[in-house]
């Protein structure tokens, strides 16, 4: 009899320090893999490391229309071209990944950490941040910049301007569209309405501290007087506009 229960102890025990056991494997893997937001001074400070490894998980589309330098490509939206390139990095050296605005670089940084990566850092705010706060980027170096004053300038086409900063492989400012151009059918005769790529006016960016596309902006007499982000209800941005202007 004592002999069993001394058994069934020693079973006990083994099962409690096996539990114990995974649990620490558990700790340590969480604490090898690291994951973090960084902000636009943490990010561009990782560009001095030798070591770090750089994607930008937009579409080739959005990357050509200016990138951070030395970002390499590598589409989440193309999940088989995603783990092609993701597969030719080093799981031991910081990866730092970025998209428009944050959204699509979480996803990346999750299947990174899944698959190993020892350090990832996610840009927050995406590019869009990473303009606004001045900072340069590769690509579409041939387009004509709008500098403030030249905004500011534009701005004086009537009484009352919405502003509409988006660009063309934005998905919100595919789906706002409809949405913009029935603004413009219903105030034409009290809103001038203008558009301006956000994807390449870097300084329009930076200047009026946009950090989502599409972003509108309604002025009155050269002031903003009412800004809204990401995709709107119709009834949403008719009821906005009118308050403003009657």
Known sequence: ?????????????????????????????????????????????????KNAQFLDVRSAEEFASGHIKGAMLATIQDGEEFNRRINALDKNK????????????????AILRKEGFAEVNELEGGITAWRAEGKEVEG?????????????????AATYVLVDIGAPWCPPCRKMEPVYKKMQQQFSNKIHFIKVDGGVQ???????????????????????VWRAEGILEEQEMEAAIKKQIN
Request: charged share 15%.
């Open 202 to 224: 870097a300084l329009i960016i930076q200047d009026q501290q946009v950090l989502h596309m599409p972003t509108f902006i309604l002025y009155k007499e050269g002031k903003e």
């Open 94 to 109: 910081p990866v730092y990944v970025y998209c428009l605005s944050g959204g699509r670089s979480k996803r990346a940084a």
């Open 140 to 156: 579409n170096n041939n387009t004509v910049q709008i500098t403030p004053a030249a905004y500011q300038e534009m701005l004086k």
């Open 1 to 49: 009899m004592k002999n069993t229960f001394l058994l069934v102890i020693f079973e006990a025990m083994k099962k409690m320090l096996s539990l114990l056991f995974c649990c620490y494997l558990l700790f340590v893997h969480n604490a090898c893999v690291q994951s973090q937001t960084v902000d636009v001074e943490a990010f561009q400070k990782g560009l001095q490391n």
